[in-house]
């Protein structure tokens, strides 16, 4: 395979604030020949999340920062073409940590190898991948919600927190979401069966759209923006209530950390837990949680949607998107046909 060409996509450089089409670099260069126990990846699917951005800056976090010079990584579904690992053979569709490019040499660790007649091969980037599981241990693990209590979800039209509010609803809640839209709003109420959505960027008091929505009060929010938002919501908060930190988009992409409500004494008078995680956090449970929600999808009690970019040059305009909130559900990039 010397002779075929790959494209990758790299960090050219490290953002100061919003990322621009100037901190990537699109390369080509020739696919090696696979040694033995490799396997080659023909990309068909790249997922495009807030968390890469986190990436792009040098500063520690739980995840590597991506280096300068080197690709991107992140969630891909694609199809084997060739393999010398006897774990894999040709014509299989897998989903890994793999890079942004439109061919792959893995030497097999990582891969999960999926089946399209149990469920479409994109639900592995989103509902039946790492965003679901996301929205199932936050909520469930950390939220632990009880029949007839208040979840606010914000993000709530994204591919986590579709999946949240969904989940909240099975086990018998009321779902108040906050999204940025009124045609997210109205997917998220009239599609997937939340109680109430509020569109922040039209409400001049979300505070008191907020109180109206919540009328006795929050017990569990799943926080996926920070800032101003997560600011009126948390003064709702009821006794011993629960919020899961999973994501802060509103803030990354700061150039200087941002000064709000201090919620410390909130939380002290109202006994209430506030946790961050990650997924990894309860790695050990993902396999019963996948087979939890793909039993929920094949009966239609957990729905979701994807929106589709579709050519590998306009990857990095999709992933620039959601910053935009140019997305309902799971972004993604298709890179080639299946």
């Not at 069966?193 to 008091?205: H, L, P, Q, S, T």
Request: aromatic share 8%.
């Amino acid at each position: 395979m010397s002779n075929l060409l790959n494209r990758k996509i790299l960090l050219a450089s490290r953002p100061v604030g919003m990322p621009d089409e100037s901190n990537f670099e699109f390369i080509e260069e020739n696919v090696p020949e696979l040694q033995d126990g490799e396997v080659l990846i023909r990309s068909l699917y790249l997922s495009v999340d807030p968390y890469m951005r986190g990436r792009m800056s040098a500063a520690k976090s739980y995840a590597k920062p991506y280096e300068v010079g080197q690709p991107f990584k992140g969630g891909v579904v694609g199809k084997v073409v060739e393999s010398k690992n006897s774990r894999f053979e040709a014509g299989q569709y897998v989903d890994g940590l793999l890079e942004w490019a439109e061919y792959n040499v893995s030497d097999g660790s990582g891969l999960r190898r999926l089946n399209p007649e149990m469920a479409p091969v994109t639900t592995a980037l989103h509902v039946l991948g790492m965003p679901g599981l996301t929205a199932y241990f936050g909520l469930l693990y950390i939220g632990e919600p009880k029949e007839g209590e208040t979840v606010v979800v914000s993000g709530a039209s994204g591919a986590v927190g579709t999946v949240v509010g969904q989940i909240a609803k099975l086990k018998g809640c009321r779902v108040v979401g906050i999204a940025g839209g009124d045609d997210k709003c109205a997917y998220l109420t009239e599609e997937l069966g939340f109680d109430a959505a509020i569109n922040y960027k039209a409400e001049e008091n979300l505070r008191k759209a907020l109180k109206e929505a919540c009328p006795n009060g929050v017990d569990v929010y799943f926080d996926n923006v920070g800032g101003h938002v997560s600011d009126a919501v948390m003064s709702l908060i009821n006794f011993q209530s629960r919020t899961a930190i999973c994501g802060q988009i509103s803030q990354y992409n700061a150039d200087k950390p941002p000064v709000g409500p201090r919620v410390a004494g909130q939380l002290l008078t109202t006994s209430s837990l506030m946790k961050g995680f990650i997924v990894s956090d309860y790695a050990q449970h993902n396999k019963e949680c996948l087979a939890q929600l793909a039993q929920w999808v094949r009966e239609g009690k957990i729905k979701y949607r994807e929106t589709i970019v579709e050519g590998f040059d306009n990857t990095i305009d999709a992933f620039l998107g959601l910053f935009r909130g140019d997305n309902i559900g799971k972004q993604l990039v298709k890179v080639a046909e299946e």
